[in-house]
């Protein structure tokens, strides 16, 4: 026992060092605040890429081949529940592209809608720092680290979006040298009504996760989502939403490209 005693002593001091050594240099919140930077000084700088997605929708799995362009990414399907379409959907497919391809007004629409989005997402992304308490959990896998999140009392949601968005609760991984977002992983932590629940409601108990892939020296992607979420807003849009979606095989487009280029693209290949 007098032997084991100072070895445990030893043990614990080399523990307690290393453990110290390890303690984070800024606070969980200043680390936010960076990795919020850094994301969306990357948002703003054209990044145009192409890949595959493996989506399932509710019941039904889609392979897909979606291409980015400066109006917004475009798709084609090239199976359906784990099954190639035959000549007939793929033949839809094609007509679909080039529908787009030869109707301005629907380029229009669907640049407005990826615009839309983005500024959402942008939005989104540069709240972080305000809606959510932070805490350090621990490290990741190497080179990153954990930390929990939750809903900031003093943070006030002024949109439908940003009340959803603040009943959030769960954990965040950081790559810790590039200060980069790695993996998103939340839960809906209370019920949201809307107007008393008259307008809507979403239930408690959804949940998101989204992840990051490096794909070059400077450029991160999005390589799973996954979404569990049920509610409804009356007169706003339908919020239901059960999807799991990967994506794969990343491959750097021009930044000058355009929906000719894509459906060019898309409809001269046989597979993704």
């Known amino acids: 026992m007098r032997a084991i005693l100072p070895l445990a002593g030893a043990l614990l001091m080399c523990a307690v060092s290393a453990l110290w050594a390890q303690s984070p240099t800024q606070s969980a919140h200043d680390l936010v605040k960076d990795v919020v930077y850094n994301e969306l000084q990357e948002r703003r700088q054209i990044s145009l890429w192409q890949y595959r997605v493996e989506k399932r929708v509710f019941s039904q799995s889609l392979s897909e081949q979606e291409v980015e362009t400066v109006d917004g990414p475009v798709d084609r399907v090239f199976a359906r529940n784990g099954k190639p379409l035959d000549l007939v959907a793929q033949k839809k497919e094609t007509d679909r592209l080039n529908n787009l391809l030869h109707n301005p007004s629907e380029q229009t629409r669907m640049k407005q809608d990826h615009n839309a989005e983005e500024q959402r997402v942008q939005r989104l992304i540069a709240a972080m720092p305000d809606a959510f308490l932070y805490d350090y959990e621990g490290p990741a896998e190497e080179g990153s680290v954990r930390l929990s999140f939750r809903p900031n009392p003093a943070y006030n949601p002024s949109t439908y979006e940003a009340r959803v968005y603040h009943a959030l609760s769960g954990e965040v991984s950081i790559q810790t040298q ?25 239930e408690k108990g959804g949940k ?10 400077n450029r991160w992607k999005t390589s799973v989502v996954d979404v569990h979420v049920s509610g409804h807003i009356i007169f706003f849009k339908n919020i239901s939403k059960d999807q799991h979606e990967v994506r794969t095989l990343f491959k750097p ?20």
Do not use: C, W
């Open 208 to 217: 998101f996760q989204i992840q990051r892939q490096q794909v070059s020296e």
């Open 253 to 272: 487009m021009s930044p000058h490209t355009s929906v000719q280029d894509a459906v060019t693209l898309l409809n001269a290949m046989t597979a993704p």
């Open 178 to 202: 590039s200060k980069r977002l790695l993996k998103i992983d939340a839960h809906i932590v209370s019920e949201i009504d809307f107007g008393f629940g008259i307008l809507g409601r979403i």
